[in-house]
């Protein structure tokens, strides 16, 4: 139920910040991704910078992580 409330923040976000590309997976079809990336619960967004992890976010507030990714651009 979470992830479904997820998709309207995931397409506001996505336009706002049209330089970042944004990606959702299917954890039950994508089990060997979310035991490498140690999801643990959901929804979870990670921020990837030249493939590396530099931040991490779980639930769906949208401010909360419009400041982890404002924070990160900066």
């Known amino acids: 139920m979470s992830c479904l409330m ?3 923040i995931m397409e506001e976000l996505a336009e706002k910040f049209n330089e970042i590309k944004f ?6 079809e994508h089990e060997e991704l979310v035991e490498k990336l140690k999801i643990k619960s959901i929804p979870t967004l ?6 590396k992890e530099i931040e991490r976010v779980t ?14 651009l900066s």
Do not use: S
């Open 6 to 8: 997820m998709e309207p």
């Open 23 to 28: 990606a959702k997976i299917n954890i039950e």
């Open 46 to 51: 990670i921020l990837f910078r030249q493939g």
């Open 59 to 72: 639930g769906t507030n949208f401010e909360i992580i419009e400041q982890k990714i404002l924070g990160v």
